[in-house]
C-alpha cells in the first residue's frame, strides 16, 4: 500500500515541495503519472517527486491530479491520487510616468495586471513629494511639493499579488518639477570676424525650453529665438563696441520660470593703411616715413622686418621714421615688413610692404697716363664690384686730348691730340651705376704733352780750314723749353759727335787734302716728347796747303843741280769752284736774309 500523499499549493516560478512516497514496505517501488504536465513536472515517473519550479502560464490556477501505485515484488497495490494547484504569477502594466510642476496635482494611478483579482502594494522612495512612503491599492492624485530647487524624483515600486503569489514589481516614476531656473550665462567679449561658440542653455528642468531675446542684432544675431544660440561669426562695421544683451526666459507648460540675462559685447577691429607700400632705394640714401593709419584713431601698430640687414631691427612699433638704408652686399636687399594693427585686444588683418635696397657699385681706380701728341693711350677697362653687370659712365673736361666729353664704358685706345704749345691735361670722372644706384666716381687723368718742333731749314756752311763758324741757334714752337738734341756725323770738322742745345760758333778742321762734309742733325725734345729732326751740313772746303821738304843737294862747281820739284797735300780744282759758291753764298743768302729781316737790319 501507499500513504496518501498531501496536496500542494504552488506559485507559478516557484519550487514545489518534495514528494517522499511511504507504504507499506520500505520496499515497495512507487510509479506515478501527472494529468497536465504544463504545471512543470513530468506526465509520469518512478520514485519520489523531488523539488521542481512549478508553471503556470495562464491568468487562471492550473491543477494536475498526481496519481501514484506502489509496487511490491511484481504485485500492484491500490494507487493514491493527490493534487498540486499552480497559481498565476500576476503581471501588472506598468504605470506611466509623470512629470508635474511644483504644487499642480498628479493623475490618478490605477493599478492593472493581467490576473483578476489581484492586490497592489507600493513603496515610495521620495515621500517629501507629497506622497507617503507605502500604500496598497491604487494611487489617487495628489498635490505636489518640491523644496529642492532641483528636479525632484519618487520612484514608486509595486508589487501584484494574487492568492499569496507575487508577481513582478514594476516601478515607475512621478518627477516634481521645481520653478524653472536658467543656469548663469558669464558675459563675455569678442572682436568682430571671431565664432562665437554659441550657447547651450541648462537649467534645473532638464526638459525646459529657452526663449531669448536680442536687444542689438549689429552684432549678427537675430532679435529672437527658442533653444540654444548656435555659433555665428560676430560683426562690427563701426569703431566702438556693440553690446548686445541677452534675455532668456526658461519655458514649460504649467510651470513658472525665472530669466536670466547676459551681454555680448562685439569689439571693433581696426584697420591698417600703409604709406608707401614701397621703396626702392640705394645704399647710404634716407627711407621716406612709413606712415601707418586705419579707422580706429587710437591703434596700435606692431611691426616685424624679416631683413635687419638693410638697416633696421625687428620688431617695432608705430610709425617708422626715415632711416639710412644700408646694403654692403653684391646683391639687391629686399624687407619684408609685416605690420598687425590692434586695439583694445582685437587685431586687425596685417599688411605687408617692402623696403628694398640696392648696393651702390664701385669702380676701381685706373692709373693716370701721360703722353706726347700722336702717341696711342692704353685702353681704359672699367671694373669694379660688380665687374661688367654695373654701368660706367664717364665724363671728360678736355675734348682737345682726342675723346669726347662724355661716354659710357670703356675708354679704347685712341691717338691723342694736342695742337697747342702747352700741356693738355684732361681728368675723366667715371661713375659706376646699377639698378639706379650711382657709386663713389673715381678719377683718371690723361697728360698729353705737345710735340717740340724745331724751325728750320737750317741752313749749311761752307767754311775753309781754320775759320770760325756760325753759331747754329735752334728755334721752335716752344724754343724756352725744348731740349734740341744734335748729332754730328763727321767730328773731324771739328765740331763734337753730339751735343744739346745752341751749337756755338768753333774753328773748322780738316787735316786731309780733301773737302769733308758734316751732316749734323738736330731733333727737338721735351718731357719726353720727340718732335720731328732736322738736319743740316758744314762743309770744310779749303785744307791748308803743305809743301814736302825738299832734299838737299851738295854739288861741286860747275855741276848740274837735280831739279827741285815741290809737292805739297792741298791741290784746287775748277769744278770744286761752284760747290763754293754754292755753299758759301747762295745756300745761305735766304736763312740771312730773313734773319736780317726779323730783326730789323737792312743789307745796304
Known amino acids: 500500500t501507499v500513504d496518501d500523499p498531501v496536496d500542494q499549493i504552488a506559485c507559478d516560478g516557484v519550487l514545489t515541495t518534495d514528494v517522499i512516497f511511504t507504504g507499506s514496505d520500505p520496499a515497495i517501488n512507487y510509479t506515478w503519472t501527472n494529468d497536465n504536465s504544463t504545471i512543470g513536472l513530468a506526465a509520469n515517473g518512478a520514485g519520489?517527486?523531488?523539488?521542481?519550479?512549478?508553471?503556470?502560464?495562464?491568468?487562471?490556477?492550473?491543477?494536475?491530479?498526481?496519481?501514484?501505485?506502489?509496487?511490491?515484488?511484481?504485485c500492484s497495490g491500490d494507487s493514491q491520487s493527490f493534487d498540486i494547484t499552480v497559481n498565476p504569477s500576476p503581471e501588472?502594466?506598468?504605470?506611466?510616468?509623470?512629470?508635474?510642476?511644483?504644487?499642480?496635482?498628479?493623475?490618478?494611478?490605477?493599478?492593472?495586471?493581467?490576473?483578476?483579482?489581484?492586490?497592489?502594494?507600493?513603496?515610495?522612495?521620495?515621500s517629501s513629494m507629497g506622497l507617503g512612503a507605502s500604500g496598497t491599492g491604487d494611487i489617487p492624485s495628489f498635490p505636489?511639493?518640491?523644496?529642492?530647487?532641483?528636479?525632484?524624483?519618487?520612484?514608486?515600486?509595486?508589487?501584484?499579488?494574487?492568492?499569496?503569489c507575487d508577481g513582478p514589481s514594476v516601478s515607475f516614476q512621478i518627477i516634481i518639477t521645481p520653478i524653472l531656473e536658467v543656469d548663469p550665462i558669464a558675459s563675455d567679449d569678442f572682436c568682430a570676424g571671431d565664432d562665437f561658440p554659441g550657447v547651450i542653455f541648462t537649467g534645473n528642468v532638464l526638459t525646459t525650453v529657452y526663449d531669448w531675446t536680442n536687444d542689438n542684432t549689429s552684432i549678427g544675431l537675430p532679435p529672437s529665438g527658442t533653444g540654444n544660440i548656435a555659433g555665428f561669426t560676430l560683426e562690427n562695421t563701426g569703431t566702438v563696441d556693440q553690446i548686445a544683451t541677452i534675455m532668456v526666459n526658461p519655458v514649460l507648460p504649467g510651470c513658472t520660470g525665472i530669466s536670466e540675462v547676459f551681454t555680448i559685447t562685439v569689439k571693433p577691429v581696426p584697420t591698417v593703411a600703409v604709406v608707401p607700400l614701397s621703396q626702392d632705394l640705394c645704399?647710404?640714401?634716407?627711407?621716406?616715413?612709413?606712415?601707418?593709419?586705419g579707422n580706429i584713431i587710437n591703434a596700435n601698430y606692431d611691426w616685424t622686418n624679416d631683413n635687419v640687414s638693410i638697416g633696421i631691427g625687428s620688431p617695432g612699433f608705430d610709425d617708422i621714421p626715415s632711416f639710412i638704408a644700408t646694403n654692403t652686399g653684391l646683391v639687391t636687399e629686399t624687407a619684408i615688413f609685416n605690420v598687425i594693427p590692434s586695439f583694445n585686444g582685437?587685431?586687425?588683418?596685417?599688411?605687408?610692404?617692402?623696403?628694398?635696397?640696392?648696393?651702390?657699385?664701385?669702380?676701381?681706380?685706373?692709373?693716370?697716363?701721360?703722353?706726347?701728341?700722336?702717341?696711342?693711350?692704353?685702353?681704359?677697362?672699367?671694373?669694379?664690384?660688380?665687374?661688367?653687370?654695373?654701368?660706367?659712365?664717364?665724363?671728360?673736361?678736355?675734348?682737345?686730348?682726342?675723346?669726347?666729353?662724355?661716354?659710357?664704358?670703356?675708354?679704347?685706345?685712341?691717338?691723342?691730340?694736342?695742337?697747342?704749345s702747352d700741356v693738355q691735361t684732361?681728368?675723366?670722372?667715371?661713375?659706376?651705376?646699377?639698378?639706379?644706384?650711382?657709386g663713389i666716381p673715381e678719377t683718371i687723368t690723361i697728360i698729353v704733352k705737345?710735340?717740340?718742333?724745331?724751325?728750320?731749314?737750317?741752313?749749311?756752311?761752307?767754311?775753309?780750314?781754320?775759320?770760325?763758324?756760325?753759331?747754329?741757334?735752334?728755334?721752335?714752337?716752344?724754343?724756352?723749353?725744348?731740349?734740341?738734341?744734335?748729332?754730328?756725323?763727321?767730328?773731324?770738322?771739328?765740331?763734337?759727335?753730339?751735343?744739346?742745345?745752341?751749337?756755338?760758333?768753333?774753328?773748322?778742321?780738316?787735316?786731309?787734302?780733301?773737302?769733308?762734309?758734316?751732316?749734323?742733325?738736330?731733333?727737338?725734345?721735351?718731357?719726353?716728347?720727340?718732335?720731328?729732326?732736322?738736319?743740316?751740313?758744314?762743309?770744310?772746303?779749303?785744307?791748308?796747303?803743305?809743301?814736302?821738304?825738299?832734299?838737299?843737294?851738295?854739288?861741286?862747281?860747275?855741276?848740274?843741280?837735280?831739279?827741285?820739284?815741290?809737292?805739297?797735300?792741298?791741290?784746287?780744282?775748277?769744278?770744286?769752284?761752284?760747290?763754293?759758291?754754292?755753299?758759301?753764298?747762295?745756300?745761305?743768302?735766304?736763312?740771312?736774309?730773313?734773319r736780317l729781316k726779323k730783326f730789323g737790319i737792312a743789307c745796304h
Open 92 to 126: 501588472m502594466n506598468v504605470p506611466v510616468d509623470q512629470t508635474i510642476c511644483v504644487t499642480n496635482n498628479t493623475a490618478d494611478v490605477l493599478f492593472t495586471s493581467n490576473v483578476v483579482g489581484a492586490t497592489y502594494s507600493w513603496v515610495n522612495d521620495n
Open 283 to 293: 645704399h647710404d640714401e634716407p627711407t621716406l616715413p612709413v606712415d601707418f593709419s
Open 450 to 594: 705737345p710735340i717740340p718742333t724745331v724751325d728750320g731749314p737750317i741752313p749749311p756752311q761752307a767754311l775753309c780750314v781754320n775759320t770760325s763758324s756760325d753759331e747754329v741757334i735752334f728755334s721752335g714752337n716752344l724754343p724756352l723749353t725744348t731740349n734740341y738734341n744734335w748729332v754730328n756725323d763727321n767730328v773731324s770738322i771739328g765740331l763734337n759727335a753730339n751735343g744739346v742745345g745752341d751749337i756755338p760758333s768753333f774753328i773748322a778742321q780738316n787735316t786731309g787734302n780733301t773737302v769733308i762734309t758734316a751732316t749734323i742733325t738736330v731733333t727737338p725734345e721735351l718731357n719726353g716728347c720727340v718732335g720731328t729732326p732736322t738736319s743740316f751740313t758744314i762743309t770744310t772746303v779749303d785744307p791748308v796747303p803743305i809743301v814736302n821738304d825738299p832734299g838737299n843737294q851738295l854739288l861741286c862747281e860747275g855741276d848740274l843741280t837735280t831739279d827741285v820739284i815741290f809737292t805739297g797735300g792741298a791741290m784746287l780744282t775748277w769744278w770744286v769752284v761752284p760747290i763754293m759758291l754754292i755753299v758759301g753764298f747762295l745756300t745761305p743768302w735766304p736763312y740771312n736774309y730773313w
Open 346 to 420: 582685437c587685431i586687425g588683418e596685417s599688411e605687408t610692404f617692402t623696403i628694398t635696397v640696392n648696393p651702390k657699385p664701385t669702380v676701381f681706380p685706373n692709373p693716370s697716363q701721360e703722353w706726347c701728341a700722336g702717341d696711342a693711350t692704353n685702353s681704359i677697362i672699367f671694373n669694379g664690384n660688380f665687374a661688367a653687370t654695373a654701368t660706367y659712365n664717364w665724363v671728360n673736361d678736355n675734348v682737345s686730348i682726342g675723346i669726347p666729353a662724355m661716354g659710357s664704358g670703356d675708354i679704347l685706345s685712341f691717338i691723342t691730340q694736342n695742337v697747342t
Open 48 to 74: 519520489n517527486i523531488l523539488a521542481f519550479t512549478a508553471q503556470n502560464t495562464s491568468n487562471n490556477q492550473v491543477f494536475a491530479t498526481i496519481t501514484v501505485t506502489p509496487n511490491l515484488n511484481s
Open 426 to 438: 684732361a681728368t675723366i670722372t667715371v661713375t659706376p651705376t646699377l639698378n639706379g644706384c650711382d
Open 144 to 164: 505636489t511639493q518640491n523644496t529642492t530647487g532641483l528636479m525632484d524624483t519618487a520612484n514608486i515600486t509595486v508589487t501584484p499579488s494574487y492568492n499569496g
